[in-house]
């Protein structure tokens, strides 16, 4: 056999050895991964659910802040009920609806029975509808009244 052709051969088998050798470490590469993927794709469903497990359960039970049992007050989504407000909350809600138009804190104080003209009892209120307006219940105008979600 031709020395020339024998040594061009031997060159080109060990270009096919290195290069076979190059795409198996990267073939191992995408492999691992995938499997990586695989496995944040499995963490991500897992906590994605628990969050909205989560979610569910903190729209009805108390939390603690400072000691105190406060109730969260979830946002507003299309498969969040009101029923899961606290009943205050429920109250104010319905007080806005039944209102003509736009209210003030003062007004839905005025319409609950609240002492409006002592401070410390309208600042709750206001705060409250602040909340909900935060969460999507109601919508609050620029001039600082409140109306409901259409």
């Known amino acids: 056999m031709d020395p020339e052709l ?6 080109r088998r060990a270009e096919l050895d290195e290069l076979e050798e190059q795409l198996a470490k990267h073939l191992a590469e995408v492999r691992a991964e995938r499997d990586e993927l695989a496995v944040a794709e499995r963490v991500f469903e897992r906590v994605s659910e628990q969050i909205a497990d989560e979610r569910v359960s903190a729209s009805s039970v108390p939390a603690q802040v400072g ?3 406060v109730m969260l007050i979830p946002h507003r989504t299309s498969d969040v009920e009101e029923h899961v407000l606290p009943p205050d909350y429920q109250r104010i809600l319905a007080t ?3 209102a003509a138009g ?7 104080g005025e319409m609950l029975g609240v002492d409006v003209n002592i401070r410390s009892k309208l600042e709750p209120l206001r705060g ?23």
């Open 6 to 11: 024998l040594e061009r051969i031997t060159a």
């Open 96 to 98: 806005v609806r039944q």
């Open 67 to 69: 000691g105190r049992a």
């Open 128 to 150: 409250k509808l602040v909340r909900l307006a935060d969460r999507g219940w109601l919508r609050k105008l620029p001039d600082g009244r409140f109306t409901t979600r259409l």
């Open 102 to 108: 736009p209210v003030m804190a003062r007004q839905v």
